[in-house]
RNA sequence: GGACCUGUGGUGCAGCUCGGAGUGCACGCCGGCCUGUCAAGCCGGAGGUCGCGGGUUCAAAUCCCGUCAGGUCCGCCA
């Protein structure tokens, strides 16, 4: 996988001289003081013990004449000479293979005890274990790697954001409640007893008071809170690289972002980042069955909506069809695991054809009953299918059909897909509502803020569920990295949003009164965008999960193993913040 | 809220289908030997509430029910 930070070696300080990694470069016969880590201990009786001594840049091998107590893993500082390897026993697999340190004092300046897990990177432990002992796994090499990419990203993206002319805003952490979106965490307020602030979901608001505010280019490496159930790719707590800028099209946002990007993949795989394409929502849901593709393998889905149209067959009746097919002869008892796991994603059924061979044309599937010949045929012609490939198909509404088949597509697939591969693009022209809530009001695709597409404002209270959004998102590698939209800037606007989204002037006033009012002020045509930070570290380091790239992370229930947190607390603290616990356990609702 | 996989000395696994003594492997740990190894090697040793609770059975790591924990996914994530 990809080297982090190539060649980058600090100055030594303190009690070393010089970092492991640097030791190749310098002359045999001088005099080092090195501290790090004992990694390994090979001891050959009294007189000669060799110990791998590691430090975030390297490992060498040290040279001892004399026996001492040793622990893998203490902390120790070695001082002694460079020289040369005695012919025959250099290690190509090490970077300072050819040489070693004569050792004339090994001091242990923290002794270890014996570790509750191994530190070798390719060892797998439990999750548990790691979280429950973070701060040696984190001293695995890997992770080192991670925590040093992340920095570096880091350190890419201001960079890029400073020479784009963007000023760095902090906003606050207690902010105040927006029910709209994800669930928030709230925080008790002692000043206020009874009342609550919460911690922000993302900084949306703010920073359109900012734009309001004349700062014209905002971004912020900012902390968002969400409390939703947590996932490979979702921690309750993620950093986002936050951006904001006023007088300005959506191609504007679209072009700092690319740069920003291009900026963090230069620092993390030292080559340039493929050239940035572009999808529509539709293409993308149509082609892949997602609003997040993974375009890094093909088994691209077919529209069988016109080939089925009027075939009177009950179970390809729909408004759309859509199909996908496996490129290989897959069982009767897959073909019903599959159906199965087509059910549990809400479509009626899984419909399926499997061509056996081609000539003559010879196809299973339990439709025959019902489906014509011909029909089998154009179906398998539309598809282009052959023989020892398994067609399915589902027939539902577009966004459910393709969905669907996209979700089992990826399943089927993504074995395919090569994991250094980088595939970045952007998918545009959203819906601006995806569905009606249980009272019949539109649901915001993105949030309530975001800018209709200037042709379709007639269609907002008639027909809503036709309005394109401006927005944009970003996919890489089939993760949402971030979206991001213009905005409703106009109070006559927003205000009529949030009537159509259901929301009476009453609530829409006591909720984002404030913002209503700020729009009254002069508020500049606004966009943004915010991306995923620990998700795009994660792509770039080829990790599977956005854990890799933090240091003190949550399991998937939300606890931290290390810490114990989440913990009850005393009533005598809950008291002041006007507080009681009425439910300690055993109910959630 | 739901589905699936996993839980066995400090670590990673096998054993579970077909119930029969805590049986096995690798790493680590402790002791011994060893002057060129590099994930050192050789010899010896210690270390177990088979996640927890209940049930079935003469007998449960193994079968059944419940529960807790870890992981992945669906719902959820403006």
């Not at 490496?221 to 490979?232: G, N, Y």
């Not at 669907?404 to 250094?420: F, I």
């Not at 003190?552 to 114990?564: C, E």
Request: glycine share 8%.
């Amino acid at each position: 996988m990809a080297e982090a930070n190539p060649g980058i070696t600090p100055q030594p300080m303190g009690l070393r001289s010089h970092y492991i990694g640097s030791l190749p470069e310098i002359p045999t016969g001088e005099s080092v003081a090195l501290c790090g880590w004992i990694a390994h201990v090979r001891e050959h009786g009294e007189h000669l013990v060799f110990v791998d001594l590691r430090d975030h840049t390297g490992m060498v091998q040290c040279v001892v004449a004399h026996r001492s107590q040793l622990s893998v893993e203490a902390a120790a500082r070695v001082t002694g000479v460079v020289d040369r390897r005695p012919p025959g026993t250099e290690n190509p697999n090490l970077p300072t293979g050819s040489i070693e340190i004569r050792v004339s004092t090994l001091e242990i300046l923290g002794p270890a005890a014996p570790l509750p897990l191994p530190l070798e990177d390719d060892r797998d432990v439990d999750e548990y274990t790691r979280l429950r002992w973070r701060y040696l796994d984190l001293r695995r090499p890997r992770m080192q790697r991670n925590l040093r990419a992340r920095a570096a990203v880091n350190a890419a993206l201001r960079r890029a954001m400073e020479t784009q002319g963007f000023v760095e805003v902090e906003t606050p952490l207690l902010w105040t409640p927006t029910p709209e979106g994800a669930r928030e965490f709230l925080v008790p307020s002692r000043t206020q007893p009874g009342a609550f602030y919460s911690l922000p979901q993302s900084p949306q608001i703010a920073k359109q008071l900012l734009m309001i505010a004349g700062v014209d280019r905002y971004y912020q490496i900012a902390r968002c809170l969400r409390d939703e159930d947590l996932r490979a790719d979702r921690q309750f707590e993620f950093t986002q690289l936050d951006l904001e800028a006023s007088f300005v099209t959506q191609h504007d946002v679209r072009r700092v972002v690319s740069h920003a990007i291009q900026a963090a993949v230069r620092a993390v795989r030292g080559h340039e980042a493929p050239p940035i394409g572009e999808i529509t929502w539709r293409e993308a849901m149509a082609r892949w069955g997602s609003d997040k593709p993974d375009r890094r393998f093909g088994m691209e889905l077919i529209d069988l909506s016109e080939t089925m149209r009027d075939s009177g067959v009950r179970a390809l009746s729909a408004p759309y069809v859509a199909a996908l097919v496996v490129n290989e002869p897959l069982s009767r008892s897959r073909l019903d695991e599959l159906t199965k796991r087509a059910r549990s994603l809400g479509v009626q059924g899984l419909a399926w054809f499997r061509v056996d061979s081609t000539d003559p044309l010879a196809v299973s599937s339990p439709l025959l009953r019902v489906v014509p010949g011909e029909l089998v045929a154009s179906l398998v012609a539309t598809c282009g299918a052959r023989a020892g490939q398994t067609i399915l198909a589902v027939a539902d509404t577009f966004v459910r059909a393709t969905s669907t088949l996209g979700q089992l597509r990826l399943e089927l697939g993504r074995h395919q897909a090569r994991p250094e591969e980088l595939d970045i693009f952007w998918v545009t022209d959203f819906p601006l509502f995806e569905g009606l809530d249980e009272d019949g009001n539109p649901i915001p695709a993105h949030h309530p803020f975001t800018m209709p597409h200037e042709d379709d404002l007639d269609l907002l209270e008639h027909e809503p569920l036709r309005v394109r959004s401006q927005s944009y998102d970003l996919v890489m590698n089939g993760w949402e990295l971030g979206s991001g939209s213009m905005r409703v800037h106009r109070q006559d606007l927003q205000a009529r949003i949030f009537r159509i989204l259901g929301l009476t002037p009453q609530i829409a006033a006591e909720r984002f009164g404030f913002l209503l009012d700020a729009f009254r002020y002069g508020a500049p045509p606004h966009g943004g965008f915010a991306f995923g930070i620990d998700r795009l570290v994660a792509i770039l380091l080829g990790e599977e999960a956005i854990r890799e790239t933090i240091a003190f992370p949550k399991t998937s229930s939300g606890q931290d193993p290390l810490t114990g947190a989440p913990k009850p607390v005393d009533p005598s603290v809950l008291a002041p913040l006007g507080v009681r616990v009425a439910v300690l356990r055993g109910s959630t609702s």
